[in-house]
Each structure stands twice: as C-alpha cells, then as structure tokens.
C-alpha cells in the first residue's frame, strides 16, 4: 500500500483533500499531515510516504524549498505540487527539482485522486525495475568478484600503471587512497575436509574472515587455493599498525581452539605507495612459505624473520647436520599444495632450516641434490605425468658445481613438477567442468539453480568451484548459466510460437520482467524485436 503525505497551510482545504477521498478503499495509506514544510520535513524523514502532496506557497517553509530537500534525500518520492499560482516560474523550478505533477487549485477531490492513480503506476513500474536491477547485481556477484580478486594480482606484480589501477578502483568502488599499506597472506584449512569437498564449516568462517572487512582501513581479497589476502591502509604508520593488530587478533581469536582448523599467515612489510606493494607481497610470501616447515598456528611477522634468512659459513662438518631437518616430507606437502610464486622462498627456506653451510660440501651437496631429483620424480610418476618433463640430474653438466648452481637446479625441477602437477589437475578439472555443464543442461529450467547448488552438487566450495570453472572455461559459472538460458530462449523465441513469459518460465525466470530486461542486457535487443527477426543493429 502506498503512502500518501499532505502539506497545505490553509486547514479548510487540508482536511477536504484528507477526508473527501476515501484514501484507504482506493489502495493508499494517508499517513500523515502538516501545515508548512518547515513542519513537514522531519515528518517525512520519519515516515517515508511514496508520495507528497504540497501547496506551493506556505509560511516558514514553501513548497518548492520543502521538494528540493525531499528530492536530495529522498530521490524515489514522488511529488504532486498545488498551487493557485499561475507564474511559469513555478512550474519551470518545479520542472527542474523532478516534481512528477504541477496542478492548479481549485481540484476536486476524483480530479486529484485520478492523477495520484497515475502516479501510482509509474512508482510502482520504478520499484519494479529497482527490484530487477538489484537481482542482476546480485546474481552477477561471481563477475565482480572475480575482478576484484584480478585487481590483487595487478596491485601485486605491478603490471598496471597507476592511472588503469584506480580507473579499476572506480569502477568496483573501491578506494585505495591512503598513504601506508601492507598485504597479510591468510590459508585457513580444515582437517577434516581437502581442499575439494564442500564444507558449512569452511564457508562460515570464510563469511566472518569476509565481515572483517573495512572499506575504511582493510580490503580483503580470495586467492582460491593460497587462502585470503588482508590489504591494510592507513594514513599514518601507527595507525596501519593498530589496525593490522586489531585484526590479527580477532582472526586468531576465532580460530583458535578450533581443531578441525589450523591457519596460517605471513605478514608483509609497510609500504607508502600502490606501486611498493611488491615489495609488501614478496615479504609476506616469504613469511607464508614457512609454514611448511613448522607445526601448529601462526601467523609470521617478515619483518622478524630477516635474520634468520642467511647462515654463517662455518667449515663443513657432518655433525652439524641435523638429520630430522632433512625431511622429505616437506618436499612432498610443497609439491602437492605449493604455488609456483613460492619455489623459490620455500627451497631458500628449506635449505636455511637445515642450520650449516652443507651445500658448499660437494659430497652433500650431490647427496640432498640427488634426493630431492628423486623425491619429484617419484611425486611427477605419482600423478600419472611423464617424469621425462623433469630435467634430469647430469653431475657432468656442472649443476653440482656449486651450491648456487645446484640450488638453482632444485628450484627449476620443483616449478617442472608444480607445472605438471597443474597440467594434471587442470586435466581432472575437465571432467569437473563437463560434469557441471551436463548438470546444467537438464537443471537450467529451475530457477534454484545457483552456484552454490552445482557446488554442492559436485563437493567443491562455491569459492573453489568458480576459480575453477573460470580458468577452464574462460568465463565465470553466472556468465555460462546466463548464455545458456539465453540461448535456450533465442531457440524457443524463434522455433515456437509461445508467450514471452511461457519462455521465460521454462529457461528458469519465473518473473517474466526480469526475464525480458536480462535479454535485453546481454543480446542488446528485446524478446518481441528478435522473435520478429531484428537484428541489435537495427534497434540501435
């Protein structure tokens, strides 16, 4: 029901306009009343009426002044102007506040209520179209926050300029204008459930890490399998310091005591420009590469950890080496879940931890070269990948040579092995991805039909399914579902003579308007235009 305000000074025509119209028996809530603007408008913030009825020439507050505040506030209501005033004036500044109807006194009661009828469709055709905007928004979600999360990546490896940065900003309304950031890296996972299987778990802690975020000071991005990014800004050191802590806090507040749950986090260094933030990313991934070498939760500050990245060279001692610190399962986690970015932290880390100078050993030096060589292959076979994809340990070619060469060699057969690792993965990723398309070939008719829906259908988190429904196809799941119905419905437009919203109906649109205003957003023309052949062309 649609509500109905009144300013008039005078009380006569007041209480006509009020009692002669049985407002309520024609589908209107009168809900409110006032004799000058200037008590009206607080009114009016109050109740929010969908229509304001005003005489235009009152004390302390005219009819004009009172619109122009109630159209800056309150852009949606609409505004019937009376007046006994003739000045084109009036009608000209009524014209330019957006006053949807200029009417002279004297108006009888079936003459005002006949233009509020009018009015009425017009309010409710807007709100529909508000409703059918905001469900377009929210469906296209998934796109958006793919963009964001690409947004990170250009910030990150600083393969954008300054100026197609924030012209990416504005359009996701987002805003980076502070003078101090740091990136935090975050991987919270569940030992109960890999990184596949859909978990109510997981996902309500990725909605409270989510209700974290402060446009203000943090802005969190999804880095799939490698956890969240926390990117801080602030205007002042200090206060990026204390909010960076707060933070901290409350995640390891929440996730502490938790046992299915172990997290880590590796914290980057300050930076006072967009274009530093590099450098911020490179310390935190040092920091975060070191959770494959400790047990339990932490979160590691890099600017705690530079002294113990190098090692004093000592003469080699074979006493010095301490053996549980040689451990091959360390290599084996990395090649599972590690990221390429992070090979070369992880093998600097991993030699580091060892506690001496062995690698300038010869004798040991080919010792662990030659276990690592086959602690891949043995992994590269596992997975069902040709281990001649690995480049093989020749100690005639000079790779032995030195500790520099013979650490690069690890470095370069590790990225071998994630590669392929990915290769495999992206081949079962394949069968994931058919496995969605066919479920959507016989589902796209439900309008339930959703991303989370398909992922629980096929045991992934609705996070993980995306990622990898984008990077095998190119396009994000709403995008495909949409062309898909879409074109189911360029199919039936043409090849059937049914009703719009029987077509709209049986592609997964119950609301017929919805249905119609999507067609239109992605094929640039209407439902009726393309069953009589136009083509986009012609309609623009």
Wanted: glycine share 4%.
């Amino acid at each position: 029901m649609l509500k109905i305000f009144l300013v008039e000074d005078e009380f006569i025509v007041r209480e006509g306009i009020k009692n002669k119209i049985d407002w309520k028996a024609h589908g209107y809530d009168f809900c409110g009343e006032a004799s000058d603007g200037e008590l009206a408008f607080p009114m009016i913030q109050k109740l929010k009426p969908d229509i304001v009825i005003t005489d235009i020439k009152m004390p302390f507050m005219d009819g004009l002044t009172l619109s122009k505040l109630i159209k800056k506030e309150f852009p949606w209501i609409e505004i019937i102007i009376l007046t006994g005033h003739e000045k084109f004036e009036y009608a000209k500044e009524a014209i330019k506040l957006g006053v949807a109807e200029y009417l002279s006194k004297p108006i009888s009661g079936n003459e005002l209520l006949t233009e509020v009828d009018a009015l009425a469709v017009k309010i409710e055709e807007k709100r529909k179209e508000r409703e059918i905007q905001e469900k377009y928004k929210s469906e296209m979600q998934e796109n958006f926050f793919k963009e964001r999360n690409e947004l990170f990546e250009y910030l990150v490896t600083g393969s954008m300029s300054l100026p197609e940065l924030l012209e990416i900003t504005d359009r996701l309304s987002l805003d980076l204008s502070s003078l101090y950031f740091n990136i935090v890296l975050l991987e919270v996972q569940s030992h109960k459930h890999t990184n596949n299987e859909y978990s109510n778990h997981m996902i309500d802690i990725e909605n409270q890490l989510k209700d974290m975020e402060d446009e203000e000071h943090l802005l969190i991005f999804d880095r799939n399998l490698e956890g969240k990014a926390f990117l801080f800004k602030a205007d002042t050191p200090e206060e990026l310091e204390r909010v960076q802590n707060e933070c901290i806090k409350k995640v390891m507040d929440m996730l502490d005591g938790q046992e299915d749950i172990r997290y880590f986090g590796g914290i980057g260094e300050p930076v006072n420009r967009l274009r530093e933030l590099p450098q911020s990313f490179e310390k935190a991934g040092r920091a975060f590469a070191h959770r494959y070498f400790v047990e339990g939760n932490h979160i590691i500050d890099s600017t705690n950890q530079e002294q113990g990245l190098h090692v004093e060279k000592e003469d080699f001692n074979i006493s010095n080496v301490d053996t549980k610190q040689i451990d091959r399962s360390k290599i084996k986690e990395f090649l599972k879940l590690g990221a390429r970015e992070e090979v070369v932290y992880f093998v600097e880390e991993f030699f580091v931890g060892m506690n001496t100078n062995f690698m300038e050993s010869n004798i040991f030096r080919q010792y662990i070269t030659m276990d690592v060589y086959f602690c891949v292959v043995d992994f590269v076979a596992g997975i069902q990948m040709p281990r001649e994809e690995i480049e093989p340990l020749d100690v005639t070619s000079g790779v032995l040579q030195s500790s520099r060469s013979a650490i690069g060699y690890v470095v370069r057969i590790i990225e071998q092995a994630l590669e392929l690792r990915d290769k495999a993965a992206s081949n079962r990723y394949g069968n994931v991805v058919e496995e969605i398309m066919n479920y959507i070939e016989q589902n796209f008719a439900s309008e339930e039909l959703s991303l989370n829906q398909v992922a629980s259908h096929v045991n992934f988190s609705p996070n993980h399914l995306s990622m990898v429904f984008s990077q095998q196809t190119g396009q994000t799941f709403i995008k495909y579902l949409t062309d898909f119905r879409m074109n189911k419905a360029k199919e039936l437009l043409r090849c059937s003579n049914k009703r719009s919203s029987v077509i709209a109906q049986e592609v997964g649109y119950k609301d017929p308007h919805y249905f119609s205003y999507l067609f239109k957003k992605t094929q640039n023309i209407t439902p009726t235009q393309y069953r009589e052949g136009k083509t986009a062309e012609e309609d623009e």
